[in-house]
């Protein structure tokens, strides 16, 4: 393998992986901003237009297999640059849907780009370093997601709001040929997909050690996205801020999600299973505490900003786990747990929904959403204990 070219000792081709990262962010979620604009042009309700958010992270669960197995015959580097393209003209549709059916389409069409592009990209990622360094280059890739969240969404969403939601995806669409040419530049061509069968990927896939990584990726999401779903209505109802102090709410969120992602990342270096478990145990504490105090200005913003460093301190040890226990099949395995996470996404705002609807009430959500993280920290602990109590192989 050539020695990649880097800058102070970062691969450049990781740079080229965060360009595409902070599109795709971007896309996925800047819609949340853009919800009234959508709903009024194309003359559908507001929960009709916030169907686009679910299409898209449903499309993410159910493309990222798919993608991935029609892309392993593919080198990784050219699976990539497909990636970007599909992206491109996903949000290129967007830009000019002339109705809601058109644009949830395109939508769908967009995110099946998702999953695979993480997958493939951690893989990747994770080559151009040495093993000790394999959690923090994955958490630089995923840096283009946290800043998506920090600059990407709220200038989009201020873009859309000034000239037309239309103008946010013809942004988001230019981002898509920055991200392709920076991939062709700087990612090497000497990183190919392994040949491996389709049933030997599924096999893989399924070993009991991964399939619990992936379910907890959606347990944990679950409880997290209960909360986050309702942050806004949270911050409005029950600590009774004014609508204006929203966004810079969430700015604290994404700065969270930048600290936590490169904290979890150099601890997941040091130990990655007790990373994981310190993270669960965090984001318990933190999704209780907003039962406890959310009715308190100063410790609701915090608790938000605490929110983004908890869950996305997480995220660098599941990858890594899933990456180590699927090694049959490390791109189809590592696109799923994409995947797995917005299905927690999905399943979180249906959760917190239903403690809503239930007359439970707001303050509730963060004691559910703890006892669901609860589950996931158990199951993550027997896991653990499981392996440990497995006998090592010895010679015959």
Known sequence: MNKEPSSQGIPLALYALMAGAFG?????????????????????????????????????AVGAPIMSILMAKFSR??????LMAIFTLGNLICAVAPDYTTLMIARVVTSFAHGTFFGIGAVVATSLVPKDKRALAIALMFTGLTVANVVGVPV??????????????????MIGPLA????????????????????????????????AGLLLTIIADTGLFAILTYVAPI?????????????????????????GNIIGAKLADINLDKTLIGALMFIIATLASFS????????????????????????????????????????LASAMNIGAFNVGNAA??????????????????????ACIVFVGLVLAVVELRLVASRPHSTPA
């Open 348 to 369: 979180g705002a249906w959760v917190g929904g239903l403690v809503i609807s239930s007359g439970l009430g707001l303050t509730s959500i963060g004691w559910i959403a």
């Open 24 to 60: 795709i962010g971007t896309t996925e979620f800047v819609i949340m901003g853009l919800l009234p604009e959508v709903s009024r042009d194309l003359q559908v309700s507001i929960p009709m237009a916030g169907l686009l958010i679910s299409g898209y992270a449903l499309g993410v």
């Open 156 to 173: 989009g969403t201020w873009l859309g709001q000034l000239l037309g939601w239309r103008s946010t995806f013809w942004a988001v669409t």
């Open 180 to 211: 392709l040419a920076a991939i062709y530049f700087l990612v090497p061509s000497d990183h190919h997909a392994e040949k491996v069968a389709v049933k030997s990927e599924i096999n893989a896939l399924l070993q009991p050690q991964v399939i």
């Open 77 to 82: 580097k050219r699976s990539l640059l497909w």
């Open 235 to 259: 911050l409005t109802d029950v600590a009774h801020f004014s609508p204006t102090a929203i966004s810079p709410v969430f700015l604290l969120f994404g700065v969270g999600m930048v600290i």
């Open 292 to 331: 406890l105090f959310s009715h308190n200005q100063i410790a609701v913003v915090s608790l938000v900003g605490l929110l983004g460093i908890a869950g996305f301190a997480m995220v660098p040890s599941l990858q890594i786990k899933i990456l180590e226990k699927a090694s049959g099949a490390p791109t």
